[in-house]
């Protein structure tokens, strides 16, 4: 029973280059989150997928970050042109479709982003 | 706005002192969720309680116990008999619909 996957589990970049995070959910999970964790700080919500559609990215910034969720494979969190600031640990969680009961998020062991 | 406030940055005790992490949060919700996590140095995120905001009854586990406050809209987490591997950092967060708000954390050193 695999929990929710994350890979790369590091990865350095290098300022102006792309970073693509990869979350692959709890088998049977069709919602996906992510969130970022900056250094000294708690994690704040980035956005929030379903398969094939984005249903809230209110907490994404508004240039150079984009998410997806496809019907095949992993959820992508993809940053362009990174920089400095970038530098955290992105968490990723998965939940079941929406039911009668608590829809519980599971989280997965993130990725460390540094960028030099 | 859904807040959730850990004013202790960092705790320091002796291992086998009792602690308590404190947890002060705000939410327009009138059903919510409650949640402390764990974070060791190695980084994963360790789930420790979710609480229903209708249960305000408190909880025991082990060493761990919950204080739930709805009055003061409070949700304080104390540790008994604190050991070294009791080390981390600890968060608190709040359900907001499908959104975790989290707080910053209490990084807790617990010196042998």
């Known amino acids: 029973n695999a929990g929710v996957m994350q890979n790369p589990r590091h990865l350095v970049r290098r300022r102006g280059q792309e970073a693509r995070l990869r979350c692959s959910p709890v088998k049977g999970h069709s919602h996906v989150y992510w969130y970022r964790q900056l250094p000294e700080e708690g994690l704040k919500f980035m956005v929030y997928?379903?398969?094939?559609?984005?249903?809230?990215e209110s907490g994404m910034p508004k240039e150079r970050f984009s998410a997806e969720f496809p019907k095949e494979g992993p959820s992508i969190l993809r940053i362009q042109q990174v920089v400095r600031g970038d530098s955290a640990a992105y968490f990723c969680a998965s939940s079941p479709p929406p039911g009668t009961s608590y829809n519980e998020q599971f989280f997965g062991p993130g990725t460390r982003l540094t960028v030099l | 706005a859904q807040k959730v406030t850990q004013a202790q940055t960092e705790i320091s005790v002796v291992e086998k002192e009792d602690v308590t992490l404190d947890c002060v949060y705000e939410t327009r919700d009138t059903t919510y969720y409650l949640f402390w996590y764990k974070q060791p140095p190695s980084g994963e995120l360790v789930f420790l309680i979710r609480r229903n905001s209708f249960d305000e009854q408190n909880e025991i586990s082990g060493r761990y116990s919950w204080n739930f406050q709805k009055s003061t809209s409070s949700f304080n987490f104390t540790i008994t008999a604190s050991q070294v591997v009791d080390s981390a950092v600890y968060f608190c967060a709040v359900d907001s619909n499908y959104q975790l708000i989290w707080g910053a954390g209490t990084k807790l050193i617990i010196k042998p």
């Open positions: 997928l379903q398969k094939e559609n984005i249903i809230d």
